[in-house]
């Protein structure tokens, strides 16, 4: 029912921002919960942001805590994730996922809580 398709990675180098964007389509995701999800070579899937379906709360791993910042502008039914003062850590495949269900704040933060992934992309931070 609904189609997430990320853009906005690339390389950057360490200490840079990219803000990377993701957009629905099929259908309106302002009542959907979203998150951020990130996968580095060799490493499992972590969770990296999410946001609540009103926007008035939001969530980050301590990692990107004060770096990262996710927001959503429901008029054009797309969720941001700007990232400020990458590090080479942060370099990964980054995903967008929505959930469409209401479900407990604390499980935002598990992947396997969404039922809606975007196909990804690379970001790529230099030292």
């Known amino acids: 029912q609904v189609q997430l398709v990320e853009s906005g ?4 180098q360490a200490g840079g921002s990219l803000r990377l964007s ?15 999800f990130r996968q580095a070579p060799g490493k499992e899937r972590e969770f990296v942001a999410a946001i609540g379906w009103s ?3 939001t969530y980050y791993a301590d990692s990107v805590k004060g770096r990262f910042t996710i ?5 054009k ?3 941001y994730l700007q990232m400020n003062s990458l590090k080479p850590e942060d370099t990964a495949v980054y995903n967008c996922a929505a959930v469409s269900w209401q479900t407990y ?11 809606y992934w ?3 992309t690379q970001v790529t931070v230099s030292s």
């Open 71 to 75: 927001s959503r502008d429901n008029a």
């Open 9 to 12: 990675g690339g390389l950057v």
């Open 105 to 115: 704040s604390s499980r935002l933060t598990h992947s396997t809580t969404y039922n």
């Open 22 to 36: 993701c957009a629905a389509s099929g259908r309106t995701i302002s009542t959907y919960a979203m998150g951020w």
């Open 118 to 120: 975007g196909q990804g």
């Open 77 to 79: 039914n797309t969720v």
């Open 55 to 57: 926007g008035g709360r």
